[in-house]
């Protein structure tokens, strides 16, 4: 079983619909992350969290460390959002090193 | 901008060579990662430094990866021999990792994608 799980796998959606990108891990960490892959290849960290909650934009990201369980949250999707949305998580102290990853959701955002 | 470069872009080669692969991380990040994408694997650690030195290379397969950071401004990875099944995308990340300090995120190069033949 994988340390950490996301779900859906693949999420299509209509331009301007809510998004919500689930992540559960089961060891303890010391900080998620959220990234973004696009279709180009290229890897955007959006979020590094260890508790609460955080906004960028669009972008919502939150965790409760003890249901060990994270989501990420997309206002008014656009088709420029559609990009693959890998959990990560770190158990080192600093919680940026080994990180262990999501197999990753690809969103779709249909115009 | 600051970024993270990577060269080359695309690498490919037959099975047997020589692979280095380079990564200039972010001036003034002390932290260095070097990962590995596949499809089935997905994304995965294969070694990291802290300012140059080397902390972490559980994730790389000894007898033909090595990575070093000569400098502050250049880490390599190095295939040798290369096989087929190294062909994937490495990617180089940078971060500013302080001990106590739960906030800093990653910046990622545009990646290596490798194919031995």
């Known amino acids: 079983k994988n340390e950490v799980e996301q779900s859906p796998q693949n999420l299509t959606a209509q331009e301007g619909e809510f998004i919500t990108i689930n992540c559960s891990y089961s060891v303890g960490i010391s900080a998620l992350h959220w990234l973004q892959q696009h279709p180009g290849g290229g890897i955007v ?67 | 901008d600051a970024r993270v470069t990577q060269t080359p872009r695309h690498k490919v080669t037959e099975m047997g060579q020589e692979v280095t692969m380079r990564c200039q991380p972010i001036l003034g990040h002390n932290t260095v990662f070097w990962y590995r994408q596949t499809m089935m694997q997905g994304l995965e650690l294969l070694a990291y430094f802290r300012n140059r030195a080397p902390l972490d290379d559980s994730g790389m397969p000894k007898d033909r990866f090595s990575a070093e950071m000569p400098d502050a401004t250049l880490a390599t990875l190095k295939i040798q021999p290369s096989e087929p099944r190294d062909s994937a995308v490495y990617f180089c990340a940078s971060g500013l990792v302080r001990a106590g300090q739960g906030d800093e995120k990653l910046f990622f190069g545009s990646g290596t994608q490798l194919s031995v033949l």
Request: proline share 4%; hydrophobic share 35%.
């Open chain 1, 45 to 111: 960290s959006l979020f590094m969290l260890s508790s609460g909650k955080k906004k960028h934009g669009r972008l919502i990201a939150t965790i409760n460390i003890q249901e060990k369980h994270s989501s990420l949250h997309i206002t008014a999707s656009h088709p420029r959002d559609s990009a693959v949305y890998i959990c990560a998580v770190s158990l080192a102290p600093e919680g940026n090193e080994k990180l262990t990853f999501g197999t990753g959701t690809r969103l779709t955002i249909i115009p």
